[in-house]
C-alpha cells in the first residue's frame, strides 16, 4: 500500500522531527524568534483594528459618563494620595529603624507596564506574550505583577517581546509564605487543566494552622521572586503523603483569564 | 493549481494559528482554545498532494509552537501522522460530503492533542494534565469537527474566485456538421 514517496515523506518528516527537537536551547529559542516574526504583520493588524474599535467606542461615549468616571477617578486619587502620605511617613520610620539596628535598606520596585499580546496557543501551558523585549531591558525570570498580585515570571525574551510563565504553569513554581502566626512557607505550584484561578501550594508543614482566606504573599526564598508580593488567599487544605505534609489551595488575586496590562519587575 | 493550494493552506495555517493564540473567545466560553489545524489538515490530505500534507505539518507544526510554550518542532509529527493516513485512505473517502469531513475533523481533533500529549510526556515535559484534559479533548474534538466542513466551503470558494475554471469541451466539431443542401 505504501509507495516510495509515502517511505520518503515519513522519513523526512520524522528525521526533521528528531533534529528539531534535538537541537540546542539557545538554537531552538532563536529558530522560535525566527518563525514568530511572520506574525508580525498580523500583530500590527490586531493592534489597529483594536485601536480602530476603542476609539469608536470612546467617540460615542456620553460627556455624563465621562465627567461621572472623572469625578470618581480624582476621589480615588485623592484617597490615594493620603494613603501615600501616610505609607511614605511609615517607610521613612522603617528605614531609619533598619539602619539603627543595621539591617540592610529595603529596596524599591523599578516597574515597566506591557500589554499582553498574544495567549498561549495550546492548552496544556499557561503562558502570555507581552510586548516588551530585550531592548527594554527584560531578562529570564524577571517577575510580573498586576496590583492586584503577582502574575508568573519571564520564561523567554526576544527582541520586542517576552514570554511569561503564569502562575499555575509547571515551569513557575513560587516560595511561598502564609500570613497565619506560625508564618508557614511553602511552592505555588502546578494546577489542574481548567482551573485559572486556583493554584495548589505544597510542602507545607503538617503542623500548618491554615484557615481559608489567609493571605499568601511571596516568602523570598529561591531567588526569583522577592519578599511580600501579593500571591491570593487559602481557600482550603488537605493532609497529604499520609499525613506528613499539607497542600492547600490558593486563590489567585490577579484575574489570569482576563490579563491585558502587566507590570514586570525591572530589578526584583 | 497544486502550487496556489498549497500557497491557501499554508496562509490559512498562518491565520489560524494566530487567531488561536490572539482571539480567546471560545477560551472565555469553554475554557479550552479550539485548534484549527487538526481540521485544516483533514482538508489538505483529502484535497492536497503529499506534498502538501508534508508543508502544513512542518510549517503548521512550527508556526504553533513558535507561539507557544511547546518544545519547538512537537506537533509537526502528530499532524503529519494524522494527514497521512487520511491521504493513504483518501480514494475510500467520499471526500465531497460533510459527513465524511465532519467524521474526518473528529478524527483528526482527537488524535493531533492525543499524540502531541504523549509525545510531550515521552520526552519528560510534564504539561498540565488531569480530569479536566478529557473536556479540553471533547471541545477540541467538536471543534474540529464543525471546523473541517467550513474549511472545504472555504477553499471551495476560494478557488471558484480566484482560479480559472477549466475549459470544458464540448461535443460540437465544425467539419462533422451536417450540411443540408438543396
Known amino acids: 500500500m505504501l509507495k516510495r514517496p509515502h517511505y520518503i515523506a515519513l522519513g523526512l518528516i520524522v528525521f526533521l522531527t528528531v533534529v528539531i527537537l534535538n537541537l540546542p536551547a539557545k538554537t531552538s529559542a532563536r529558530l522560535k524568534l525566527g518563525l514568530g516574526s511572520v506574525f508580525v504583520p498580523l500583530f500590527g493588524l490586531a493592534r489597529s483594528v483594536q485601536q480602530t474599535a476603542a476609539k469608536t467606542g470612546d467617540a460615542v461615549l456620553p460627556r455624563s459618563e465621562l465627567i461621572r468616571e472623572k469625578d470618581a477617578l480624582r476621589a480615588q486619587n485623592d484617597e490615594l494620595r493620603l494613603q501615600l502620605m501616610q505609607a511614605e511617613g511609615m517607610v521613612r520610620e522603617n528605614e531609619r529603624l533598619r539602619q539603627q539596628l543595621g539591617w540592610q535598606p529595603h529596596k524599591n520596585w523599578k516597574v515597566k507596564p506591557a500589554n499582553v499580546v498574544l495567549r498561549e496557543p495550546s492548552n496544556w501551558w499557561r503562558t502570555v506574550q507581552i510586548d516588551l523585549g530585550s531592548r527594554d531591558g527584560v531578562k529570564v525570570n524577571f517577575p510580573v505583577l498586576t496590583p492586584e498580585g503577582l502574575v508568573g515570571r519571564i520564561s523567554a525574551v526576544s527582541l520586542t517581546r517576552s514570554q511569561v510563565a503564569l502562575l499555575g504553569d509547571p515551569s513557575c513554581k513560587v516560595a511561598a509564605r502564609v500570613d497565619n502566626p506560625s508564618r508557614d512557607t511553602g511552592v505555588i505550584g502546578g494546577s489542574g487543566p481548567l482551573d485559572t484561578g486556583i493554584v495548589e501550594m505544597g510542602y507545607l508543614s503538617r503542623t500548618a494552622d491554615l484557615k481559608p482566606g489567609q493571605d499568601v504573599w511571596t516568602s523570598g526564598l529561591g531567588g526569583i521572586f522577592p519578599k511580600d508580593i501579593f500571591i491570593g488567599k487559602v481557600l482550603d487544605s488537605r493532609s497529604e503523603d499520609y499525613g506528613m505534609s499539607t497542600t492547600a489551595r490558593v486563590k489567585l488575586a490577579a484575574n489570569l483569564s482576563a490579563l491585558e496590562e502587566v507590570w514586570v519587575m525591572m530589578e526584583p | ?182
Open chain 2, 1 to 182: 493549481m497544486s502550487w496556489l493550494n498549497n500557497i491557501f493552506v499554508l496562509v490559512a495555517a498562518v491565520v489560524a494559528v494566530f487567531w488561536e493564540a490572539a482571539f480567546n473567545g471560545v477560551r472565555h466560553l469553554v475554557g479550552v482554545q479550539i485548534d484549527l489545524l487538526p481540521p485544516l489538515m483533514v482538508y489538505a490530505a483529502l484535497s492536497g498532494s503529499l506534498s502538501t500534507v508534508c508543508l502544513l505539518a512542518c510549517g503548521g507544526g512550527l508556526l504553533f509552537d513558535s507561539l507557544s510554550a511547546n518544545p519547538l518542532g512537537i506537533t509537526v509529527l502528530p499532524l503529519f501522522a494524522v494527514g497521512f493516513v487520511i491521504h493513504l485512505w483518501r480514494d475510500l473517502i467520499l471526500r465531497d460530503q460533510p459527513f465524511a469531513q465532519t467524521t474526518l475533523g473528529v478524527a483528526a481533533g482527537a488524535g493531533v492533542p492525543v499524540l502531541t500529549l504523549l509525545l510531550l510526556l515521552t520526552i519528560g515535559r510534564g504539561p498540565r494534565i488531569g480530569w479536566g484534559t478529557l473536556w479540553q479533548l471533547v471541545v477540541l474534538t467538536l471543534g474540529s469537527a464543525v471546523a473541517a466542513p467550513i474549511f472545504f466551503l472555504l477553499f471551495e470558494w476560494l478557488q471558484k474566485t480566484l482560479v480559472h475554471a477549466p475549459k470544458v469541451e464540448t461535443s460540437f466539431r465544425p467539419d462533422r456538421e451536417i450540411r443540408r443542401g438543396r
